[in-house]
């Protein structure tokens, strides 16, 4: 086996990690915590992941800072799908504080699936919070409107993280998927404690060090929904990866769109703004966070079994 299907296809071993020496102060964080609701066998579609600061249920869309250093330099990515696993798990943006939930169609729970030769998702894949792409916003490098969700994050570090972990990451590149016709930006970013992040700086070191990962990467996102009968997603810039600069400046982008929604600027459509810690019209108190909480029953009413066809191997062909 070569080198580059070797490192997609085996899980990476837990190591110890190095810290990363960060040339601007990382602000000191919060810890985060969370509680799950609605519990199932394992599955269900009432089950919920809530993020706790404290003793206090914050929103992880909007509660959680995007940025973790004083210079921006590191970013805080909130982790929704672990590396190797199916369950197509999200941010609820629609729902009260926003909790992690697993996506759902047509009444059945969501799975990836398995296309030769990757198993399960081959990042840590998950999300930036107080960031927006506006359905409303045209993007000037794509042509195409946003898809109404966080700016996803694919985590390229060699440890398996845990659902709902909150990870400082650096910033290495992007990827413009064209995902049904709207942009869906796919940033590339590393733990900043990996014992490779002082080795990766930029787009150009991911090749360097991880060959074949990027690669990868474009086939993984083009080919994931073809075994449920849709075409090949398409890419902008000739699904060629923009560097590290580039990458930020999406960030900045839709942070500021983000902001516009919360200051009231922007329609903010299906999007549930309800927040702990900012200044807005939809700010809610900790009793509050708490009542919407607690109405959801502990143990799930609605559980799913994990069906058998989420380990079978799809072969495609472009």
């Known amino acids: 086996m070569n080198f580059c299907l070797s490192r997609i296809l085996s899980p990476f071993k837990r190591g110890s990690s190095s810290k990363l020496l960060i040339s601007a102060a990382v602000r000191p ?31 992880p869309f909007h509660d959680i800072p995007l940025y973790a250093s004083s210079d921006n330099s590191v970013l805080n990515m909130i982790v929704e799908i672990p590396r190797w696993t199916n369950a197509k798990m999200e941010i609820s943006t629609s729902e009260p504080l926003n909790p992690i939930k697993q996506d759902v169609k047509k009444g059945k729970l969501r799975f990836v699936d398995n296309c030769f030769p ?42 398996v993280a845990k659902r709902g972990e909150v990870v400082q990451v650096k910033v290495l590149g992007t990827i413009a998927l064209i995902d049904e016709g709207e942009t869906d930006w796919k940033i590339i970013a590393i733990d900043v404690n990996d014992k490779m992040a002082a080795s990766l700086n930029d787009i150009g070191d991911v090749e360097t060090h991880m060959p074949g990962l990027l690669q990868h990467t474009v086939n993984w996102f083009k080919i994931y929904k073809m075994p449920t009968g849709k075409p090949p997603n398409q890419f902008a810039f000739n699904a060629q ?18 902001r516009s929604a919360i200051d009231g600027n922007t329609d903010k459509g299906s999007l549930c703004l309800s927040n702990i810690t900012l200044s807005s019209s939809d700010t809610i108190s900790n009793e509050a966070a708490a009542g919407i909480v607690n109405g959801i029953p502990v143990e799930s009413t609605h559980s799913q079994d994990r069906p058998d066809t989420v380990d079978l191997q799809h072969y495609v062909k472009i």
């Open 29 to 59: 964080m919060a810890t985060f915590t969370t509680e799950e609701r609605g519990k199932g066998r394992p599955y269900s579609l009432e089950s919920r992941i809530f993020f706790k600061r404290g003793d206090t249920y914050v929103s």
């Open 118 to 159: 990757y198993h399960g998702y081959i990042w840590n894949y998950g999300a930036f919070p107080q960031t927006w792409e506006y359905p409303g916003h045209v993007d000037p490098n794509t042509g195409c409107k946003g898809d109404n969700d966080p700016l996803d994050v694919c985590e390229i570090g060699s440890r």
């Open 241 to 258: 990866p923009k560097d590290k600069a580039f990458a930020h400046n999406v960030i900045s982008t839709t942070n500021q769109q983000w």
